[in-house]
C-alpha cells in the first residue's frame, strides 16, 4: 500500500512539475512572439525612412570616418568628469591633480538665459575676460577623440558589465560653447566661435559612443539657434555652410536610428542594412548590449554575430578598445533582462529559477534571449518616432 502511495506521490508531483513547465513555456513563448511582433513592425515602418535621411546627411565634414591620427583622449580624458566613481582606479591617482574643465560661470544662469531665448542669451551673459584658448586650441590640435585611451574605462570593464562602464560626461561643453557663441557676437567675429564649434562636434562625433554623439547634435542645435539669430540681426557669416534645424533633428534620428541595425537584436531580414554614418556607434551599442547575453546565448544569432564580428574585424575601422576586451570575455552570466521582461508581464517559475540559481531554464531560454533582443531595440526607435511626429 505504502508503495503505491508513494509511487501516487511521484506521479502526482512529475504531473504537476510537467504542468508547471507548460505553462511557463507557453507565457514565455507568447510574450516572446508577441514582442516580435512588435519589434519588426518597427523596422517595418521606419527603416525606409532612416536609409532616405542617412543618404541626405552624407557629405557633412564633421562626419566621423574612423581615423585618428592626433587623439585628444589621452589629453581632455583626465579633464573631464565620468558618470560613476572612478576615484579608487588606479587610473585616478594616476591623473590626480590635472586640471578639470570647469566653467567660469553658474551653470544655472547660462540655462536660465537660454531658457529666455537664443537673443537673451547673446544679451546677458558676460564673457570678458574669460579664456577660450583651450577650448579653440582643443580641436586645432587633435582630430579623434578616443574615450579608452588614458580613461578608467579599460581598468573597469572586465569587472562591471559593459553598460555600466563608465562613459564621459560632458555637458560642460555644451556651456562652454554656448559662451564661446557668445564671445563670438560680443567681439563681431562669429567665424571663430563657429569654427571651433565644429571642431568639438567632429571630436565628439569621432568618439565612437552614442551619449558624445548626441552632445555633438546638441553644439549643432547651439548652431543653428546662432545662425537664425544673426540673420535676424542682418548679420551674415561669408561662405558658412551652416546646419538648420529640421536638418539637425534629422541628424539626431539617424544617429539613433543607426543602432539598430547592428545588433544581436537586429531582426534577421534588416541584418544586412548598414549604418553608413556612424557605423562604429552602431558597433558600439551592439556589442555593449550584446555583451549582457550569455556566450552561448550569442549563437542563437548567427546573421546577427558574422555582422558583429564583421565589424570588429574590418581594417581602419572602429577603435572600441574597451568593448573588443569585453567582448572577448568569456561569461556565463544570465539573461537577467530578458527574465526581468517576462517577469514584469507576468512571474513564472522562469523567472524564479532565473533568479534563484543565477541560469535560464533550459526549455525558455532560448525565447528568453530573444525578448532580451526585443527589449533592446525598443530605445533608438522611440526616440525616431518623436522625432517624426514633429
Not at 534629422?250 to 547592428?262: E, G, P
Amino acid at each position: 500500500m505504502m508503495k503505491k502511495i508513494l509511487l501516487f506521490a511521484v506521479l502526482l508531483t512529475l504531473s504537476l512539475c510537467g504542468s508547471l513547465i507548460g505553462i511557463d513555456y507557453k507565457h514565455v513563448r507568447d510574450a516572446a512572439a508577441e514582442a516580435e511582433d512588435l519589434r519588426h513592425s518597427k523596422y517595418d515602418r521606419f527603416t525606409e525612412t532612416f536609409l532616405v535621411e542617412q543618404r541626405a546627411l552624407a557629405g557633412w565634414d564633421f562626419l566621423p570616418d574612423q581615423r585618428c591620427a592626433r587623439d585628444a583622449g589621452a589629453v581632455l580624458n583626465p579633464m573631464i568628469e565620468w558618470d560613476g566613481d572612478v576615484s579608487q582606479t588606479e587610473w585616478a591617482q594616476r591623473n590626480r591633480g590635472v586640471e578639470p574643465i570647469k566653467l567660469p560661470l553658474e551653470r544655472a544662469s547660462i540655462r536660465d538665459a537660454k531658457d529666455q531665448g537664443w537673443a537673451n542669451l547673446m544679451a546677458v551673459i558676460p564673457t570678458e575676460g574669460v579664456d577660450f584658448s583651450w577650448w579653440d586650441g582643443m580641436p586645432q590640435s587633435y582630430d579623434c577623440w578616443d574615450i579608452d585611451t588614458n580613461s578608467p574605462r579599460m581598468e573597469l570593464i572586465l569587472e562591471t558589465e559593459a553598460t555600466d562602464t563608465p562613459i564621459p560626461l560632458v555637458v560642460e561643453i555644451v556651456d562652454w560653447n554656448a559662451l564661446r557663441l557668445v564671445e563670438g557676437r560680443r567681439t563681431g567675429d562669429d567665424r571663430s566661435a563657429l569654427e571651433a564649434l565644429r571642431g568639438w562636434v567632429r571630436l565628439l562625433m569621432s568618439s565612437e559612443n552614442l551619449v558624445n554623439v548626441m552632445i555633438g547634435v546638441a553644439l549643432l542645435k547651439h548652431e543653428a539657434d546662432h545662425l537664425q539669430y544673426l540673420d535676424g540681426i542682418g548679420v551674415t557669416v561669408p561662405d558658412w555652410q551652416g546646419m538648420d534645424h529640421e536638418t539637425v533633428s534629422m541628424l539626431r534620428r539617424v544617429a539613433l536610428v543607426s543602432t539598430a541595425y547592428s545588433g544581436l537584436y537586429t531582426p534577421d531580414d534588416y541584418v544586412q542594412v548598414s549604418a553608413d554614418l556612424f557605423p562604429c556607434v552602431a558597433l558600439s551599442e551592439g556589442l555593449t548590449l550584446g555583451s549582457l547575453i550569455q556566450t552561448e546565448g550569442r549563437d542563437l544569432f548567427p546573421a546577427q554575430m558574422e555582422k558583429l564580428t564583421a565589424g570588429l574585424e574590418a581594417k581602419g575601422q572602429c577603435r572600441l578598445k574597451a568593448l573588443r576586451a569585453k567582448w572577448a570575455q568569456e561569461h556565463d552570466l544570465p539573461v537577467t533582462r530578458a527574465s526581468e521582461f517576462v517577469c514584469s508581464v507576468a512571474p513564472t517559475l522562469s523567472c524564479f529559477l532565473s533568479r534563484t540559481t543565477g541560469r535560464a531554464p533550459s526549455w525558455t531560454r532560448p525565447m528568453l534571449a530573444e525578448l532580451a533582443m526585443s527589449s533592446m531595440s525598443d530605445f533608438p526607435f522611440s526616440g525616431y518616432q518623436r522625432g517624426l511626429s514633429r
